[in-house]
Structure formats: structure tokens, C-alpha cells
């Protein structure tokens, strides 16, 4: 097993990789085609290093999410420097195929997950392992008490921490990346989960999808009103980041990011007006997400549902 305490270092140690990050492993899957499981975006494919792809997360460059690819023999090991969206999409990359994934949050919660061909399997909060969920959670837990972490302990000190994680995954899937090896320049590329096969998160808006367009005067947009007709049919609809669609796709995604994230760093750049804005264009990607993949929803309103 390697050293992996580098994953619980703070900021002023060395190495430090970050206080937010998130790492996924998937078997048998080349870079690129891992990268578009979670939404990829190929236009935007270079070789970056963690400097990098934090230089990206200012207003201007819209606060694009990155992740960057590691081949390690069988596994494809994902990065994501900055955030914790793979931890979220762990099952999308599973499809046909096996993934483990763990994130650090040090402000929210750090989690381990493990899916098999579209299937959670097991996965637990890394500050807290007594909360543990998953269709066979009894296959985690063995190996859960060999990387150090104890599920049964409800009131111990539960400091395995982001390191245990690491071993854990190491159980799993016989690789670990070295913490070198995670901070050299990689092929990366920005991606949106939108465009993934990720189960739509949130709830419904009080509103369909065709009252925000109607509200946002987005009819004209090429193909969305028909391709949104056509998911209300019953069709299969499949909208790509390349697609005309899929590029007014990226634009109103980019818009709500700016919305959301400028509060912290840049709020002088939008006006009230313009922020509202940006945050009905997230509510129309969630509910085109609802539309276009009901096999993956798990909450509709009564207005989706009809």
C-alpha cells in the first residue's frame, strides 16, 4: 500500500493537493471516453496541471468545472482539482463497466462511492462511515475496517480521513496514484454534467421547462422546442455538446455558473437583473434534465409527470 498521507495534508503543508477534490477510477475505459461519461467537452481538450485549471475559475472563463485523466494499467483514474462533481457521477462512469470514486470537501462532505454497470453498490460519508448506503453495502464494509475506517463506531473519532479513502480505493481496484503524479500536466478537458448520463438532482421547478422558455423568449433557439416536443412524445432524445442545441446548452450552463459563483468573487460583474436571469437559465437545464431523461429522474411534478 502507499503512503497516501499527502490527501489529508492543509493548506501551508507540503504536498498539499487541496482542501476540495475528487477522484474517480473506472476500468477498462480510454481517457476520452471517460472524460464525455461525465460531459466531457472535446473543443476544449489540452494538457493542464492543477495550476492551471484553478487560473480557469474566475468570471470570465465562466467557472468552468475541469477534470483531467490518469492512465494506470486497467483503470482510468479522473481528476477533478477543484471540485467534487465526480463523486456525483460515479454511477454514469459505471455504465458497462465498474468505477470507485472519493472526494474531499472540507466544508461540506467528503464521500467514497462504489458502482457496478449503472449500479450504486455501496458508498459513506469519510468523516462519519456509521452512515453508509448502497444496493449491497455489506460488500463495502469489510474492506471499509481494512483501510481503517470503522461503520459500526457511532461515537468514536472517525480520522481515517481522505488518506483511508485512498487505501480504500487501492483495495479496490489495485491502483493508487501517486500524489506526482496527480499534479503533472494531463489531458484534461472542461465538462458539464448536463450532458452526462448523471441522475438530474434537485426538485422540479414550479414551472415546466416550455413556461421558462416562453418566460426567457428562447423559442426561436435552433431545435430546442421540437426536441423538447419530442421528449414530451415518449422519444429518446439525445442532445451532445457538439450539436447546435448543445452549444446554447453550454452558454445558458456557463450563465447560471456565473450567477451562483460570482457572489463570492466577482459580484460587481452582474447587475440583480442579470443574476436572476442567470439562475432561470439553471432552472430550465434542470428541467430539460427531467424531460429528456425521465428513465433517470427521481422526482417529477405533477405538471412532468402528465
Known amino acids: 500500500m502507499r503512503d497516501h ?3 489529508d495534508a492543509h493548506p501551508g503543508e507540503q504536498p498539499f493537493l487541496g482542501e476540495i477534490f ?21 473543443d476544449t481538450l489540452a494538457e493542464r496541471t492543477p495550476e492551471q485549471i484553478c487560473a480557469l475559475r474566475n468570471f470570465d ?36 463497466t465498474e468505477a470507485v470514486s472519493l472526494s474531499r470537501h472540507d466544508y461540506a462532505t467528503s464521500s467514497f462511492n462504489h458502482a457496478v454497470d449503472g449500479t450504486l453498490v455501496g458508498g ?12 449491497d453495502t455489506e460488500r463495502l464494509l469489510g474492506l471499509m475496517r481494512e483501510a481503517g475506517f470503522d461503520p459500526d463506531d457511532e461515537e468514536g473519532e472517525h480520522d481515517a480521513g481522505i488518506s483511508g479513502a485512498l487505501r480504500l480505493a487501492e483495495l479496490i481496484t489495485g491502483v493508487a496514484p501517486t500524489f506526482g503524479q496527480l499534479v503533472a500536466p494531463l489531458p484534461s478537458m472542461h465538462f458539464d454534467h448536463w450532458f452526462s448520463r448523471h441522475r ?11 413556461e421558462i422558455i416562453a418566460e426567457l423568449d428562447l423559442a426561436r433557439t435552433p431545435g430546442l422546442v421540437e426536441t423538447l416536443a419530442a421528449a414530451r412524445r415518449g422519444e429518446h432524445v439525445v442532445v451532445t455538446p457538439e450539436s447546435e442545441l448543445g452549444q446554447h446548452v ?3 450552463s456557463t450563465l447560471s455558473r456565473r450567477a451562483s459563483r460570482s457572489l463570492n468573487s ?36 405533477p405538471k412532468q409527470a402528465a
Open 200 to 210: 438530474p438532482s434537485g426538485s422540479p421547478s414550479e414551472h415546466t421547462a416550455e
Open 250 to 252: 453550454r452558454e445558458w
Open 22 to 42: 475528487s477522484l474517480a477510477f473506472v476500468r477498462d475505459v480510454e481517457p476520452l471516453e471517460a472524460m464525455r461519461r461525465i460531459g466531457g467537452l472535446p
Open 5 to 7: 498521507s499527502w490527501a
Open 266 to 301: 466577482a459580484r460587481g460583474r452582474m447587475s440583480d437583473q442579470e443574476r436572476a436571469r442567470g439562475h432561470r437559465f439553471g432552472w430550465l437545464l434542470q428541467e430539460l434534465s427531467f424531460a429528456f431523461r425521465p428513465d433517470l429522474a427521481w422526482c417529477r411534478g
Open 124 to 135: 459513506f460519508d469519510v468523516n462519519y462511515p456509521p452512515v453508509h448506503y448502497g444496493a
Open 61 to 96: 472563463d465562466g467557472y468552468p468545472e475541469v477534470v483531467c485523466a490518469l492512465a494506470l494499467g486497467e483503470w482510468m483514474v479522473l481528476v477533478q482539482p477543484t471540485g467534487f462533481w465526480l463523486a456525483h457521477l460515479t454511477v454514469a462512469l459505471s455504465r458497462g
